[in-house]
């Protein structure tokens, strides 16, 4: 599979929250960085991540545009709320060996109606 067609197929998964089958998308020793947090590394990592995310918020990924160069693909997505990002993949041998994710973690929060780290409870 080209870096867009993985890319695709990631969006396809994603958008029915199933963390098992979108961690197989990856390679054992993948990083994902979503900068606004720590990097996660590995496989088994991701799959948690993903795992706890889908349990706190219903998201959807629509693709806006995707721009693939060698063995990079870049993903511009919106969801249904009007958050907007940015990723990037690094593929190789057809399976995610880093990703990078850009998009504003603050509006994410508020549109799921999340804590927001540092905030007083009332």
């Not at 890319?7 to 969006?11: A, G, K, L, M």
């Given at each position: 599979m080209t870096p867009k067609e993985v890319?695709?197929?990631?969006?396809n998964v994603f958008n029915i929250a199933?963390?098992?089958l979108l961690s197989d998308m990856y390679h054992e020793q993948a990083i994902n960085h979503q900068v606004n947090t720590s990097p996660v590394n590995g496989k088994a990592a991701i799959k948690k991540m993903f795992a706890t995310e889908f349990a706190q918020a219903n998201m959807v990924c629509i693709i806006e545009n995707i721009f693939e160069d060698g063995e990079w693909a870049i993903l511009e997505w919106k969801d249904p709320n009007g958050l907007r990002g940015c990723g990037f993949f690094q593929v190789t041998d057809g399976k995610i060996i880093f990703q990078r994710g850009y998009w504003d973690k603050l509006s994410f929060l508020k549109l799921h109606h999340l804590p927001?780290?540092?905030e007083l409870m009332p």
């Open positions: 890319v695709e197929n990631w969006v199933n963390a098992e927001i780290p540092g």
